[in-house]
């Protein structure tokens, strides 16, 4: 009988490594959306209805998997990660348990931006953190209660930080063809990337080989700069570079969701990911990936 495996959080990621899992798990999927059960049916996943801010509609969770992947994303204000809270409370819920069974694992995909700015620095697991806003608080939030949790109750909890997903579809086409400016390169600020399958090879590895109660880097090689990024997506597709502007006259013309990013520079390591769970990337960098594909983007 295959162990149950429980998925928090059911979006693209979430499909990617479901594919990956079918075979070993009985995949269950909590999902707050009844018309995208058919959706985590064709990957193999049984829907589980429920909402992590409704507390009431998780009771069901209690004993339900030995292995839980939370990639449910806090919520959109405060400080504090109310859903992880409203999770762990339910994963926790004795009355409800056979045999007061708790999960054993529990791997969290959290965001390389706990770390704030670095100003270009080289960062491993080690570094400190240094929250720049309440996107990344709220994931400083998430990351301790799952780690205290872990520790109360014997489980062997992984996180994974990571940074800019990628794929075919999550390319910046868009901001290219709308001609939005990028910094000038002494302005600008080192970004880091990890291509959507790799990061749902990298979460089946995790579940594997992860160490309790340790941080890995989901990360590439790819040590770029953020316009160089843009401009290696245009080159590639035969799109215009972005204008390069200071840091002054770019800011009006971008949004603040993406401005906030282009305030930190960071490169992340990822020798513990490569040694500790057998990680060999399909695409080692961006540059790798596009080499792969066509020259005409829809």
């Not at 996107?135 to 872990?150: M, S, T």
């Not at 490569?274 to 790798?288: D, I, N």
Request: hydrophobic share 40%; glycine share 8%; aromatic share 6%.
């Amino acid at each position: 009988m295959k162990n149950k495996l429980l998925i928090v959080g059911c979006g693209d990621i979430a499909m990617r490594t479901a594919d990956l899992l079918r075979k070993r798990y009985h995949l269950l999927g909590l999902c707050r959306k009844a018309e995208n059960f058919d959706t985590l049916r064709r990957h193999g996943i049984q829907p589980i209805a429920g909402d992590l801010d409704q507390p009431a509609s998780l009771a069901k969770l209690a004993g339900l998997a030995h292995t839980i992947v939370h990639l449910a994303p806090p919520p959109a204000r405060g400080r504090r990660d109310t859903r992880t809270t409203h999770l762990l409370a339910a994963l926790s819920r004795r009355s409800n348990m056979p045999r007061g069974i708790l999960p054993h694992r529990l791997v969290y995909i959290s965001t390389s931006g706990v770390y704030g700015n670095c100003d270009g620095d080289w960062v491993d697991e080690k570094h400190a953190i240094n929250p720049y806003n309440e996107r990344a608080w709220r994931r400083v939030d998430a990351e301790r209660q799952i780690r205290n949790w872990g520790k109360r109750h014997g489980i062997a909890v992984s996180i994974l930080r990571v940074p800019g997903i990628y794929a075919m579809d999550r390319l910046p086409l868009a901001r290219l063809r709308q001609g939005t400016p990028a910094l000038l390169a002494d302005e600008d600020s080192y970004t880091n990337h990890i291509h959507a399958d790799d990061l749902a090879r990298i979460i089946v590895a995790t579940l594997r080989f992860g160490k309790p109660g340790r941080i890995y880097h989901a990360s590439d090689d790819s040590h770029l700069k953020m316009a160089d990024y843009f401009d290696l997506v245009a080159d590639h597709f035969n799109l215009p570079c972005p204008p390069r502007l200071g840091r002054q006259q770019a800011q009006a013309l971008i949004t603040p969701g993406m401005w906030s990013f282009m305030q930190e520079s960071r490169r992340l390591t990822n020798q513990r990911m490569k040694q500790e769970l057998h990680v060999r990337l399909r695409y080692p960098t961006v540059a790798a990936f596009l080499g792969g594909c066509p020259r005409i983007a829809k």
